[in-house]
């Protein structure tokens, strides 16, 4: 048996709650991934998965080894970037997940990161704030950017490293269209906008919670038209229907070449939501991990930043 592939397909389960699905991802069979998992309860003289017939679970003992299967094959990617990387050449792979308003800000952040240090291969992956935070806690994810008021700032698992404040506006199909570019319009009260028709990121989304705040302060919620986990269709629906759409500063680039839409400043109040980049504290870092985090602290890039939010 081979210990380190058979944690690797433990944790593939847990990540997909599915026997295909994680044989999928781990490209095996199922059946190959299934006997390898038997063989890993014999190793250990116990169940360690709940079987009915799908994917059940996991017994109290198989948590147990879920939680050293993840910090095994942790230890295991560090080992295999510090060996194979040096102190001004990190090599490896780096998963960045972050939340649907900030994408562009992380791929921008992920091209400038492998630009620097062309041995380093960036994933990048919208994902909710929820999710991120699993990620991180799990350490199936090495940085996360999302927001910062989920995180406790007494917190003993996690660093922050602050990015940027993000600023909404609302996006409409504009009276005047201009030629060739978004039109940035007069701004609007959040009391205005609630009267009109909206689309938002759907409930599981940690933004949709700060919309309906915003709009809850001022007495006026809303019930949204369209809800989207997408941040395209936040433009999209716009462009061809009769809604009006909320982004963030940071996603008003992907809209900048609508000529039909305008952008008006939400105002009283001014609404200002700290984002930044979150990761797990440890008494070491890869290599890769750790030229992301200077790099994310670099004042060059902190003043890239805000000029695209």
Known sequence: MNLLISLKYLVALDDHHHFGRAALACH?????????????????????????????????????????????????????????????QPKGHILIGAV???????????????????????TVRSMSSIEIETGLEQLALDMGLGY????DASSSKLRVIPQYDERYYL?????????????????????????LPICLLSTEMHNRALMDRMFASVGSPVSPVIE?????TLTLSVVAGQVCSIMPGSLLSLSNGYAQLEARPLVNPDAVIPV??????????????????????????????????
């Open 28 to 88: 095996v069979t199922q059946p190959a991934l299934s006997n390898a998992l038997r063989t890993l309860e014999d190793h250990y003289g116990l169940a360690i998965i709940k079987r009915g017939r799908n994917f059940a679970g996991f017994t109290p003992e198989g948590n147990q080894v879920l939680s050293s299967a993840r910090r095994v094959l942790h230890e295991q990617a560090l080992l295999k970037q510090d060996l194979e990387s040096t102190s001004s």
């Open 100 to 122: 649907p308003t900030a994408i562009p800000l992380a791929a921008r952040f992920a091209a400038r990161l492998q630009s620097l240090y062309p041995d380093i291969r960036p």
């Open 148 to 151: 910062t008021e989920r995180i």
């Open 171 to 195: 996006l409409q199909r504009s009276s005047k269209p201009t030629p060739g570019c978004l039109l940035m319009g007069e701004p609007i009260s959040w009391v205005d906008a609630a009267k």
């Open 228 to 232: 989207t986990n997408s941040i395209m």
């Open 276 to 309: 930044s980049f979150i990761t797990p504290k440890a008494e070491r870092y890869s290599r890769v991990l750790l030229a992301a985090i200077e790099f994310a602290q670099n004042q060059d890039w902190l003043e890239e930043v805000s000029r695209h939010t």
